[in-house]
C-alpha cells in the first residue's frame, strides 16, 4: 500500500499491476520496462519513505528497550576515535603545622588515568520486493523492530561487561579487589550487615593519594551508596529487603536500609555469578563517576542510512553504532561474592 501510494503521489498508472510489479516500480530507480508499461519514467522516492519508516520503527524500539546501565554510568560525547583519557588528580599535600622558625616542607600531588574508546558497530539487511509483498506477517515492521532491540542490548552488555569482567585499571589491581578496598573479605548474602559493610567501605573510600611523602593518604570521600544491583536471581530477595510492607516487630529488626537505597536488576549478571551483589553510587548524586559511556558527537545512538540495493533486489538498509565505555573509578562500586 505504501508502495502504491508512493507511485501515484508522482503520477504513476499502477491500475492493473500485480504486487510484485507494484513493488519492483516503486524501487525502480530509471528506464524499466515497468516504468513504461506504466507510462512513464520515474526514480521513485520510495526508498526514501521506506527508509523513514525503517528508522521511525527501528528508532521507537530501540529507545524502548531498557538500559539499566544509565543508572551507574555517566554520558559523555567524544570528537573522534582516539583513546579518551580520564585524568584523576589527587589531593594536594596535607598542611602541616610549623613552628616559629620552621620551615615550610615541600609536597607533591599524585595523578593517575584510565582511558578507552569507541568502536563502530553496524550491520546491513535488504529489504526486498519479497518481504514487501508477503508483509502479512508484519517482518516489514519485526526486521528494524529486532535490530533496534539488538542495538540497545549491545550497549547494556558493553558496560555490564566491564562489571563482570572484573579486568585490571590502570594501577594494575582488579577493579574489585582489596588494595581498592571495595570488596568483601567473603561472600555473604544480603542482609543489614552485609550490606552495612559495604556502605561503611564506600563511606571510608580516599581520594588519590598526594605524590611525594610517604604515608601520606588522601581525604575520605564519604560516598553515599545508593543502588542495590543484582541479578535477576537475586530479585526477590532484594525487593524482599528492601520493601516498605514489612513492620518490623522490634528496634532491632528495622531495616535502615529500606529507603535510601533502590533497587537494580541486570539479568546479564546471571551469567557471571547467581549470588554476587553489588552496592553502587549513581553518578547523577554522587558526583563520582565510577564507569563512563560515550557516543560520537552527532551519532548519539542507532544511525541508519537506506539506498536501493545492488546486490539484493530491493532496499538496502544500514543501522551503525558508534559507542564506548570503560571505568573511570573503583571508589564509586562495591561488590560482595554472595553465598
Known sequence: DMARDSLEAEGVKVRG??????????????????????????????????????????????????????????????????????????????????????????????????????????????????????????????????????????????????????????????????????????????????VGAGRHAMRQQRTLAPGGKRGETGYRLSIEANLLVVPSALETKALQFLSNELVPASASDVNPFRRSLQPLVEPLLDDASATAWYLFASPDQSGIDGLEYAYLDGQEGVYTDTRVGFDVDGVEWKARLDFGAGVIDHRAMYKNAGA
Open 17 to 194: 499491476l500485480t504486487p510484485m510489479e507494484i513493488a519492483e516500480l516503486a524501487l525502480s530507480t530509471g528506464n524499466s520496462q515497468l516504468a513504461q508499461r506504466a507510462g512513464m519514467h520515474t526514480t521513485s522516492d520510495f526508498p526514501i519513505v521506506l527508509g523513514n519508516q525503517i528508522n521511525t520503527t527501528l528508532r521507537r524500539s530501540y529507545n524502548a528497550r531498557p538500559k539499566t546501565y544509565r543508572q551507574i554510568a555517566r554520558r559523555q560525547t567524544a570528537t573522534d576515535f582516539r583513546p579518551i583519557i580520564r585524568a584523576q588528580i589527587g589531593d594536594n599535600p596535607r598542611l602541616k603545622s610549623l613552628n616559629e622558625h620552621g620551615e615550610f616542607e615541600r609536597g607533591m600531588i599524585g595523578e593517575g588515568k584510565e582511558q578507552y574508546q569507541l568502536e563502530t558497530f553496524g550491520r546491513v539487511i535488504g529489504v526486498t520486493r519479497q518481504v514487501l509483498v508477503n508483509d502479512y506477517l508484519d517482518a516489514f515492521t519485526r526486521i528494524p523492530s529486532a535490530w533496534g532491540v539488538a542495538a540497545a542490548s549491545l550497549e547494556n552488555e558493553i558496560v555490564w561487561s566491564l562489571v563482570t569482567a572484573n579486568a585490571a585499571m590502570s594501577d594494575g589491581n582488579a577493579l574489585f579487589s582489596a588494595p581498592h578496598g571495595n570488596l568483601a573479605g567473603s561472600g555473604a548474602v544480603i542482609s543489614v550487615d552485609t
